[in-house]
Nanobody, 123 residues
Framework: QVQLAESGGGLVQAGGSLRLSCAAS????????MGWFRQAPGKEREFVAG????????NYANSVKGRFTISRDNAKNTAYLQMNSLKPEDTAVYYC????????????????WGQGTQVTVSS
């Protein structure tokens, strides 16, 4: 099974940028579909972005489309989330997740999760 570790979170002003990383170990990274999710205080965890195993296909939540970019480097066993034009409503704990087989971007259907990294956007 794969272990996931997020990094890159922090405090940023509105309009700023951050790049999150998700390092995978213990599995064959290229066989996992990867996704980024987030959970704000008092809210349910929600989908942010997903990427196919080969990295050719991506999809995004409407709230981040055009501002966030998901990518992956299978040679480095790492997925990324580039976040631009950040807004205060993007404040949340961001999680990466992996799915071993099939296609899904549902929170309940992901197989493995990282511990999360806090992103705080000040106004």
């Amino acid at each position: 099974q794969v272990q996931l570790a997020e990094s890159g979170g922090g405090l940023v002003q509105a309009g700023g940028s951050l790049r999150l990383s998700c390092a995978a170990s213990g599995g064959t990274f290229s066989t996992y579909r990867m996704g980024w999710f987030r959970q704000a205080p008092g809210k349910e965890r929600e989908f942010v972005a997903g990427i196919s195993r080969g990295g050719l296909t991506t999809n995004y939540a409407n709230s981040v489309k055009g501002r966030f970019t998901i990518s992956r480097d299978n040679a480095k066993n790492t997925a990324y989330l580039q976040m631009n034009s950040l807004k205060p409503e993007d404040t949340a704990v961001y999680y990466c997740a992996a799915k071993a087989s099939g296609y899904s971007d549902y929170v309940w259907d992901m197989d493995y999760w990282g511990q999360g990294t806090q992103v705080t956007v000040s106004s």
